[in-house]
């Protein structure tokens, strides 16, 4: 069993810049692939990236190339979401999850019904 615990969100003016963050708790940390998904009032929720066990493999999504950055430290649990030049369409609650396959697929790492644990949300709100 994987607990995951977002924090870093909040309300930033468009261009501005947030760091999210992702501590999971368990031993086998690096074996997860893991996930930001964002899910805005009223829409279903979308991927935004995602990083191997080891840090050597990346997605992202279209709509946040080049402005996001996802990274992770494995010494200490924890995966980051860097968002950078924000727009009010990021505007979201942001997802952190874990995928207990130990196998990148670039295809697989978008879906959100291949990850097996979620956290509780953290809220981003862009103004403009």
């Known amino acids: 069993q994987v607990q995951l615990v977002e924090s870093g969100g909040g309300l930033v003016q468009a261009g501005g810049s947030l760091r999210l963050s992702c501590a999971a708790s368990?031993?086998?940390?690096?074996?997860?692939?893991m996930g930001w998904f964002r899910q805005a009032p009223g829409t279903v929720r979308e991927f935004v990236a995602a990083?191997?066990?080891?840090?050597?493999?990346?997605n992202y999504a279209d709509s946040v190339k080049g402005r996001f950055t996802i990274s992770r430290d494995n010494a200490k649990n924890t995966v980051y979401l860097q968002m950078s030049s924000l727009r009010p369409e990021d505007t979201a609650v942001y997802y952190c999850?874990?995928?207990?396959?130990?196998?990148?697929?670039?295809?697989?790492?978008?879906?959100?019904?291949?990850?097996?644990?979620w956290g509780q949300g953290t809220h981003v709100t862009v103004s403009s």
């Open positions: 990083i191997s066990g080891r840090g050597g493999n990346i």
């Open positions: 999850a874990a995928d207990s396959a130990q196998y990148f697929i670039r295809a697989y790492s978008s879906l959100a019904e291949r990850y097996d644990y």
């Open positions: 368990g031993q086998t940390f690096s074996t997860y692939v």
